[in-house]
Nanobody, 114 residues
Framework: QVQLVESGGGLVQPGGSLRLSCTASGFTLAYYAVGWFRQAPGKEREGVSCITSSDGSTNYADSVKGRFTISRDNATVYLQMNSLKPEDTAVYYC?????????WGQGTQVTVSS
């Protein structure tokens, strides 16, 4: 069964940091490009960052450039989030397109609040 699992979310104060992780079962994550998305209450899901499988090239939404860093090893894709702001509060999802189609995890909640 193809499955993505996110972890690492939580409650953090403004200016704090979190590291999210995305792992996979049923396929080898290292072979696929992976994206991080987020959805805040009442808003559409938006792309945050992505990383290729071939050369590790990365892209970021303007709203997170300079604060978030995406990286990967053979089994996990990470999203290091620094200098967090209240507007970063959302459910964060990882996504990849595999042989079985478009795959989403269940999401992990990130709340930035004092």
């Amino acid at each position: 069964q193809v499955q993505l699992v996110e972890s690492g979310g939580g409650l953090v104060q403004p200016g704090g940091s979190l590291r999210l992780s995305c792992t996979a079962s049923g396929f080898t994550l290292a072979y696929y490009a992976v994206g991080w998305f987020r959805q805040a209450p009442g808003k559409e899901r938006e792309g945050v960052s992505c990383i290729t499988s071939s050369d590790g090239s990365t892209n970021y939404a303007d709203s997170v450039k300079g604060r978030f860093t995406i990286s990967r090893d053979n089994a996990t894709v990470y999203l290091q989030m620094n200098s967090l702001k209240p507007e970063d509060t959302a459910v964060y999802y990882c996504n990849t397109q595999t042989f079985s189609g478009n795959n989403w995890g269940q999401g992990t909640q990130v709340t930035v609040s004092s």
